[in-house]
């Protein structure tokens, strides 16, 4: 089997918890909730996801069976970790807009509020015609 993706989410708290990994192997089979862990001596670790057991003792869900494959993940992981921390972060870049889709846009918000507009003045109009009709009707009696 082969690490086909390694995602890491970095964490940006305080504490030894540095970031949460999903790792997938050929394309077919993901492993979540494995972590990146500060070890007392500054040295980071990875654990494999676990549960607690009743007895208040934490047991790995999934772990590598043999040694040659726990340091083929962790050096995949560390790689990609070590990557990730030397990236510069992206800018924020917003989307690709031409002149002409930004006028058009503009010309058919006008246009829905002029027509709008248009529409409310036309039954301003009628409900102020109806109110005069029915003045002159009381004024008449």
Same mark, same amino acid.
Do not use: C
């Given at each position: ?77 560390? *790689?990609?970790?070590? %990557? ?11 989307? @690709?807009? #031409?002149?002409? =889709? $930004? ?11 002029? *027509?709008?507009?248009? %529409? ?11 109110? @005069?009709? #029915?003045?002159? =009707? $009381?004024?008449?009696?």
């Amino acid at each position: 089997m082969e690490i086909t993706d390694i995602r890491i989410k970095k964490r940006d708290t305080e504490g030894r918890l540095k970031a949460i990994v999903s790792v997938t192997y050929d394309n077919e089979f993901v492993i979540h909730d494995v972590k990146i862990i500060e070890g007392n001596t500054g040295t980071d670790f990875i654990a494999m996801p676990s549960r607690k057991t009743p007895d208040g003792e934490y047991k790995d869900i999934a772990h590598p069976i043999h040694a040659q494959a726990r340091e083929k993940l962790e050096k995949a992981i560390f *790689e990609r970790y070590a %990557e990730m921390k030397n990236a510069a972060p992206e800018p924020y870049r917003p989307a @690709a807009v #031409s002149v002409e =889709e $930004v006028e058009e846009t503009v010309d058919d918000d006008a246009a829905d509020k002029t *027509e709008a507009t248009d %529409e409310d003045m036309s039954s301003d109009n009628t409900a102020t015609e109806a109110q @005069a009709e #029915s003045e002159i =009707e $009381v004024d008449e009696a």
